[in-house]
């Protein structure tokens, strides 16, 4: 997979190389604090292919490896946002 167009702190589209498959990421800011990250799959299936058993392995495993990754990504972010040193304005005399 590479990485076929992205916007800087927006969102992230990968792909096969071959246009059978796409994996976009996407960051949807909630409010001041919170951010949310969507991700999508899109495959196309070759239905007379033997590379079908391949995609149909994915399509039900890869709600386990992404549910795994996603908790990954939220651990990590919550982590570094907790060792973020607070900063309080400081009002103008």
């Known amino acids: 997979m ?3 167009a992205f916007e800087p702190n927006q969102w992230m589209l ?5 246009g059978e498959m796409t994996w976009y990421w996407g ?3 909630q409010d001041d604090s ?3 990250l969507i991700t ?4 196309h299936y ?13 399509e039900f495993t890869d709600i386990a ?17 907790a060792a973020a040193p ?3 304005p400081v009002p103008y005399a």
């Open 65 to 81: 490896m992404m549910r795994k990754c996603m908790l990954g990504i939220k651990q990590r972010a919550e982590r570094e946002a």
């Open 27 to 29: 960051l949807y800011r």
């Open 34 to 36: 919170q951010t949310r």
């Open 14 to 18: 990968w792909w096969d190389k071959k």
């Open 86 to 88: 607070r900063t309080v």
């Open 40 to 43: 999508r799959v899109r495959m």
């Open 46 to 58: 070759r239905w007379l292919k033997p590379s079908i058993l391949f995609s149909l392995l994915v």
């Open 2 to 4: 590479g990485v076929k």
